[in-house]
């Protein structure tokens, strides 16, 4: 019975760690379209949505959702007002995501090989081979100039396709 509740306990710190990686890239991302509104717009007032399905959090700047698997950058005012400021908000979620990329990249080929007494240098490997594919799917899903197919952001346009249309000056 106890290398059962062993098994148990080990799947859900794994179940945990996954979800907390895709909260924690998703999160970051989005704050990447808030940072280049911030720094384009000068504007501080803004709303990050973080999955979908039932509300686990909601804040006046951040909502979490249960299923992780998408998000959405909304200003709260309306400061863009230029193709420029547009853009600079757009393509931040990207460069959010491409410096994870390079940061993963970077611990994936520094070959961590560290281990403590519950942590074995596997599964941080594991957890960071996780985390790079992770964070190289949300960028590449997020530049290509689509839609979305899933998720609360279904049917709505990618980053990529916002920033395409933003660059020919259609909306």
């Not at 940072?35 to 979908?52: A, E, F, N, P």
């Not at 698997?69 to 909304?74: I, N, S």
């Amino acid at each position: 019975m106890p290398k059962i509740i062993a098994v148990i306990l080990e799947l859900s710190v794994l179940i945990c760690a996954l979800w907390l990686m895709l909260f924690l890239s998703t999160f970051l991302h989005e704050l990447g379209h808030a940072i280049g509104y911030m720094l384009s717009t000068g504007g501080r007032r803004w709303h990050i949505r973080v999955g979908s399905g039932k509300r686990l959090l909601k804040t006046n700047a951040l909502t979490v959702k249960l299923l992780v698997f998408d998000g959405l950058f909304e200003p709260t005012e309306d400061r863009i007002d230029t193709r420029g400021k547009l853009i600079s908000t757009l393509i931040g979620g990207p460069v959010a995501s491409l410096v994870l990329v390079i940061v993963f990249l970077c611990l994936k080929l520094g070959d961590i090989s560290f281990s403590s007494g519950f942590i074995t240098s596997s599964a941080i490997t594991s957890f960071v081979d996780f985390a790079l594919s992770l964070n190289v799917f949300i960028l590449v899903l997020s530049v290509i100039p689509a839609h979305y197919f899933c998720g609360e952001n279904k049917g709505m346009e990618t980053d990529g396709r916002k920033i395409l249309n933003a660059i020919k000056g259609s909306k």
